[in-house]
């Protein structure tokens, strides 16, 4: 079962990795940094490791998907990251995509169900 | 305190200069965070410290993760014909340099424990030569991409058109061809530019290798050394440029003209002035053979030496012609 276990998380990794993009954009209509985003998706159960979004962060930034700005007046220093215009239009878009494939997938996986029945 | 400090530059000292401090600054924020998180408004301890940069994992991963991508000095692509080269190359010295000894033991018995330390120690220092610059060589292809296009259809957009053609067995190059065009040029660099004195007439007595009359100037030889280099690097060039392009193309076949225009041209340079050739050869072969120097026999040998010279420019240009002629040939041939 061990194995099962582990095909299962690893798969699931790989999703993972995809949505977490989907899922940072999804929240930064307001500027938020790094910490904060971390407690924001936890809130919503989304789980992501610090050492994972913060170089997401970064990358998205290069991309030109978010702006980011310093923010010094608070006791410590903290970056900013917000959606860039571009990075809006991707996320409207990519949330299209992203229900398309959803349904796609409802579509088989209950195919699959009604097989099972049979 | 200090382990924060250290963490943060563990992670930044792997990544480019210009997001250090960035980077940086974003880290410590987010550790300070994470630690008040932890303890709330408590005193920092070191336990606390410990477990939070547990939690956010080994800045060498971290710092992969930054770069995004993976860095190579060799990169997966180009291991495999690199450890290939390395194999051939390392194993050709070997064999080489046993030779070099072999013929020395044979000539001075005596003296074997000094010519074998003398071994061990050729052998560690042009491995590790050749080591190295097989390395660079590679290293710089890396750096550069220069994969053959072959080899690489990232570039560009890739079209089904671009697809190689299933191999002729006609106009591919033999793999044992080039490796051994490989091990011949590196038998001969060791040979010429460690053991010259061994390149010559073997001269026997009794069944027994008295001595071995160079066919070189080893005086003259020492101006020439930076030619044989030349020579011997383009000669390895071309046999690798076919193991890696691996058959005939319109490419190849000029990469093949241009390194044999500057083989001819080194030839040229080394052989132009007569000094290379060893001035005392028919001295010495009158003084350890029986050929008496009056007799005829002597005489012949000596214009077959004195002519040797020219007709080895012959034989190097009229090889040099027919390889780039038959390289060409097999490239356009349908």
Known sequence: MSDVNKLVEKLLQELRRGTITIGVLSQLEEPQYGYSLVTLLQEKGVEVEPGTLYPLLRRLEKQGLLESKWDTNESRPRKYYLLSTIGKEVYKLFCIEWKKIFQNMEVLMEGENENGDD | ?334
């Open chain 2, 1 to 334: 305190m200090e382990m924060i400090e250290r963490y943060i530059y563990a992670v930044t000292k792997r990544l480019p200069s210009s997001q250090r401090e960035d980077i940086a600054q974003e880290l410590r924020g987010l550790i300070e965070d994470l630690l008040e998180e932890k303890i709330g408004n408590n005193a920092v301890t070191d336990d606390a410290i410990e477990e939070v940069l547990t939690e956010l994992g080994s800045p060498v991963e971290l710092a992969a993760k930054y770069r995004g991508t993976k860095r190579y000095l060799i990169s997966p692509d180009l291991f495999l014909p690199y450890s290939q080269m390395l194999k051939i190359i390392l194993f050709s010295i070997l064999i080489a340099m046993i030779t070099v000894f072999a013929i020395e033991t044979i000539i001075q018995p005596t003296s074997v424990v000094q010519n074998f330390v003398a071994f061990i120690g050729s052998v560690i220092n042009i491995s590790a030569q050749a080591f190295a610059w097989v390395t660079i060589g590679f290293a710089v292809a890396e750096y550069f991409g220069k994969v053959p296009r072959e080899l690489n259809f990232q570039d560009e957009k890739w079209k089904p058109s671009d697809l190689p053609p299933i191999p002729d067995p006609k106009n591919q190059i033999k793999r044992g061809e080039t490796l051994f065009g490989i091990i011949f040029y590196i038998l001969f660099a060791v040979y010429i530019l460690f053991s010259n004195q061994l390149f010559g007439v073997p001269i026997f007595k009794n069944d027994e290798l008295i001595t071995i009359i160079p066919f070189l100037n080893a005086d003259a030889f020492q101006g020439f050394i930076v030619v044989i280099y030349g020579l011997i690097v383009t000669g390895i060039l071309k046999e690798s440029l076919k193991l890696v392009i691996g058959k005939w193309t319109k490419k190849l076949a000029v990469y093949n003209f241009l390194l044999n225009g500057v083989t001819l041209g080194l030839i040229a340079i080394l052989l132009k002035e007569q000094s290379i050739w060893n001035p005392n050869f028919m001295q010495d072969l009158a003084q350890f053979s029986d050929i008496n120097a009056t007799s005829e026999a002597y005489s012949v040998i000596k214009d077959t030496w004195e002519r040797s010279h020219f007709w080895i420019v012959t034989a190097f240009s009229i090889g040099l012609i027919v390889d780039t002629v038959i390289g060409f040939y097999k490239a356009f041939k349908k």
